[in-house]
């Protein structure tokens, strides 16, 4: 083929790659939607560049080169060249090598600038390059896909709705807040976290602290979907297996569980707060979804936060090429929103997954915005610690407002899906 079309199979491959290593992850449609947005950019630039060429050609190998090298460019490989010293100098400083591959992409671009000779024996390479790398990735998304399909495993057994014995005459509220990866007394006590204020501060308002709990499951698909199904996924064990790779059957229930549907049946208001990580952002049988920057799937967000590209996402500081800034606005937000739930005069059930203290550690200890380079300054323990201190004050904050604005009281259950 001599027409160019390997830009836009350059932008597909980061995406369609980070999909087909666990390809039972997602769905078709969230792969279809991330595909289709980050070769959407790209030829949006590629008709900038194009502006200027004035030829299709230059232009496409021009944006085949900067994808290569600011997007494709192995991140390891990068790290490695960062930690290489020569002579005390930083060779892999993220300024000197962003500068290095400035200067090789203005290289590029006066070389296609000025060169009379015909490219097209360079597009025909680059289309079937592109082309080739999607093969394997395609492969084992078609291969999963087809298996799926054939196994009738894309969903799994149906977990039946329970039934109601008695009418409530009055239904309390109800409020079930997921705080992912957050850890048990001992776990905190490990990271240098004192949770006893926090716990006298529930007790005195009349929570229960399960102070010897444990995960049900080690993985955020599988506790929540079992705990909002109110039941182990031991079927699943047998079918699809305890090896498989397929993850639908468990995503599935964590959509379509019984609790929503149950309480729904008793004349619940659903109200759904999600988070950036597809299973959960948002759910189609709510009667209300509540989240924010929840349009863009999260591995297109990530090629913002290659090594070449975070100095300038940084610097932006928008909100709309950055992950880590959304998620701070994002769990603001929402608990904000849901706040405003006690207000309402029908029966509601609010479920929210706020993937707070879960990276990225986006939240200072009094609340303030931590930059990406702020946390990699810092250890783990450090950003994990500070992220929980916050979520403590977001928890009291959050059960005082909402017992506050109640007209009877609510049931309000805080749990952690799993550890850090």
């Not at 739930?341 to 509601?348: F, L, M, N, S």
């Amino acid at each position: 083929m001599r027409r160019p079309v390997h830009p836009l199979l350059l932008a597909a491959f980061p995406i369609v790659s980070m999909y087909s290593v666990v390809p039972g992850r997602s769905d078709a449609g969230e792969i279809l939607s991330a595909v289709a947005i980050t070769v959407a950019i790209v030829a949006l630039l590629w008709m900038i560049v194009a502006a200027a060429y004035r030829d299709g050609d230059k232009s496409a190998l021009l944006v085949s080169a900067s994808l290569l090298v600011v997007v494709l460019v192995p991140e390891s490989l990068f790290r490695y060249v960062e930690h290489s010293p020569l002579a005390n100098w930083g060779l892999g400083r993220t300024r000197y090598v962003l500068a290095a591959a400035t200067l090789l992409l203005s290289g590029i671009a006066v070389l296609l600038y000025r060169t009379r000779r015909p490219l097209d024996r360079w597009t025909a390479v680059a289309n079937v390059a592109g082309a080739g790398l999607l093969v394997v990735p395609l492969l084992a998304l078609g291969s999963f896909q087809i298996r799926t399909f054939a196994t009738g495993t894309r969903t799994g057994p149906h977990i039946a709705t329970p039934r109601s014995t008695h009418a409530v005459p009055a239904p309390p509220d109800i409020y079930y807040i997921i705080f992912d990866r957050y850890g048990d007394r001992r776990t905190m006590a490990s990271y240098g976290v004192d949770n006893d204020t926090l716990y006298a501060f529930l007790t005195n308002h009349g929570f229960y602290i399960a102070r010897d709990s444990h995960a049900n499951y080690i993985k955020t698909s599988l506790s929540v979907s079992s705990s909002l199904n109110m039941a182990y996924h031991d079927d699943l064990a047998q079918n699809p297996g305890p090896e498989s790779a397929n993850w639908l059957p468990i995503n599935y229930r964590l959509r379509e569980h019984a609790v929503g549907r149950f309480l729904k049946e008793q004349g619940y208001t659903y109200i759904h707060a999600g988070s950036w990580w597809w299973p959960t952002h948002a759910n189609r049988n709510a009667d209300e979804n509540i989240n924010f920057f929840s349009a863009v799937p999260h591995p297109v967000m990530l090629l913002f936060h290659q090594p070449l590209i975070q100095p300038i996402t940084a610097a932006l500081r928008s909100a709309a090429i950055d992950d880590r800034l959304q998620q701070w606005h994002r769990v603001r937000r929402q608990l904000a929103e849901l706040e405003r739930v006690a207000d309402r005069p029908e029966p509601t059930f609010v479920f929210a997954h706020i993937l707070v203290p879960h990276p990225p550690y986006v939240f200072d200890a009094d609340g303030s915005y931590v930059s990406f380079d702020m946390e990699s300054r810092r250890s783990t323990r450090d950003n994990y610690r500070n992220q929980v201190l916050f979520a403590n004050q977001m928890i009291v904050h959050f059960v005082r407002t909402i017992l506050s604005r109640s007209s009877s009281p609510p049931v309000i259950l805080l749990q952690g899906d799993e550890g850090p």
